[in-house]
């Protein structure tokens, strides 16, 4: 059982529409939370930084951790052609001040957002 | 924002040949760096962490002295594919953290496709 799980996709969704992204997790020391963009050929993009359980907003990205269910979420709201990437989870045991650990991915999910 | 540049971002060699990749964080002091490799439609697996000034940790199964990881300053990694074998061909990231100011996030470099014919 690989650590992080992400459906892979593809999804396919139109202009507009409210996207929900998806990843479990099977490790509970896992504390940090975060959310890639890629496009295609380029590194990952910070999207989202999230410790601990809760919600956290930017703009029309919303991203949400349940660590009770090993569970976390990323919705993006009124979806544009430019969102069209893959969106990556990951996860870490430690950060900021305690130094530096490093991050577990998900697979990753390619999302297409159609004019 | 934090920014990583890497280079090159694209390189073609021949089989046997070693291929040098780096990556500078132009902003900040990356205290540690992170060497990934992604496969087409894969997600990124971690290869190796280096800590400035010392040596670099390798995942399992990741050969050290193919991929030779230098991170001799706060603000440049290099990694170095030795005898590059088609097998070698992906797409290779970095990533620098800053750990002295608590800053979160991680900072990625936008990669160097490496195709080994």
């Known amino acids: 059982q690989k650590e992080v799980e992400q459906d892979p996709g593809p999804l396919s969704v139109p202009e507009g529409a409210i996207v929900s992204l998806n990843c479990t997790y099977s490790n509970s020391a896992f504390q940090y939370f975060m959310w890639y963009r890629q496009y295609s050929r380029k590194g990952p993009e910070l999207l989202m930084y999230t410790y601990s359980s809760g919600n956290k907003e930017d703009g029309r990205f919303t991203a949400q951790v349940d660590k009770s269910s090993k569970y976390i979420s990323l919705f993006i709201r009124d979806s544009q052609p430019s969102d069209s990437a893959t969106y990556l989870c990951?996860?870490?045991?430690?950060?900021?001040?305690?130094?530096?650990?490093?991050?577990?991915f998900g697979q990753g999910t390619r999302l297409t957002i159609n004019p | 924002g934090a920014v990583v540049s890497q280079h090159p971002s694209r390189v073609i060699c021949k089989s046997g040949t070693s291929v040098k990749i780096e990556c500078r964080s132009l902003?900040?002091?990356?205290?540690?760096m992170f060497w990934y490799r992604q496969f087409p439609k894969q997600s990124l697996m971690l290869m190796a962490t280096s800590n400035e000034g010392s040596k670099a940790t390798y995942e399992q199964g990741v050969e050290k002295d193919k991929f030779l990881i230098n991170h001799a300053s706060l603000t440049l990694s290099t990694l170095t594919v030795t005898s590059a074998h088609p097998e070698d061909s992906s797409f290779y990231i970095c990533s620098g953290k800053e750990t002295q100011s608590g800053r979160s996030g991680y900072t990625f470099g936008s990669g160097t496709r490496l195709t080994v014919v």
């Open positions: 902003d900040f002091q990356a205290t540690t």
């Open positions: 990951a996860m870490s045991k430690g950060g900021g001040i305690q130094g530096a650990q490093k991050l577990v």
